[in-house]
């Protein structure tokens, strides 16, 4: 008779790939959730520092991203409540800007910058509950059973949301363009 081998899991990932692999994510989300720029640098260390004591505790078998962004709301959050006195402004994000094609003109980048810009203000109005689950589903493309775990929320609190933060982000697009002019 043959023993049944154990299923072996994968190894915990090692810090410095999960730090190099992930960092410019964290800092995007980090900004998405509204930390402004002069203080993006600690949030996204504090991230890292969780991410260093916890990751011994990180499940291999799940993708990293929602985790990453999980602990990245919870920072933010706690960014949130010491800086209520700061005034928030939400900032360009490079990445974005440099996805305009660089032989298209700079006609293309001020366009990306703007519609980049949009959604920003139209992110800020959201508040922060729903914007991480949008942020997550909607620009992270994390599924909603990878939300709930990331953020210890129940599968239909994430889609309830989910669906609120899609229906106020439309109309706050819609708004704005119709101040705008866009």
């Known amino acids: 008779m043959v023993a049944a ?4 899991s994968p190894p915990s ?3 410095r790939a999960v730090y190099d692999a992930h960092l410019a994510h964290v800092w995007r989300t980090l900004r998405r959730f509204g930390v402004v720029e002069r203080d993006l640098e600690d949030a996204a260390h504090e991230v890292f520092v969780v991410v260093h004591r916890r990751l ?7 993708p990293v991203r929602p985790w990453l962004t999980g602990i990245a709301w919870r920072v933010a959050s706690d960014e949130r409540r010491r800086a209520r006195h700061h005034r928030e402004q939400l900032t360009g994000d490079e990445a974005l800007g440099r996805q305009a094609d660089p032989a298209s003109g700079p006609e293309a980048h001020v366009a990306a910058a703007q519609a980049h810009a949009l959604v920003q203000r139209a992110l800020a109005t959201l508040d922060l509950d729903r914007r991480v689950v949008f942020v997550m589903a909607d620009l992270d493309q994390s599924t909603g059973p990878e939300i709930a775990e990331a953020l210890g929320l129940p599968l239909n609190t994430v889609y309830s949301r989910l669906r609120i ?7 706050a697009i819609r708004r704005l363009r119709l101040v705008e002019g866009t």
């Open 56 to 62: 011994a505790d990180f499940d291999p078998q799940r």
């Open 5 to 8: 081998a154990r299923p072996v």
């Open 165 to 171: 933060a899609r229906q106020r982000f439309a109309v």
């Open 13 to 15: 990932p090692d810090f």
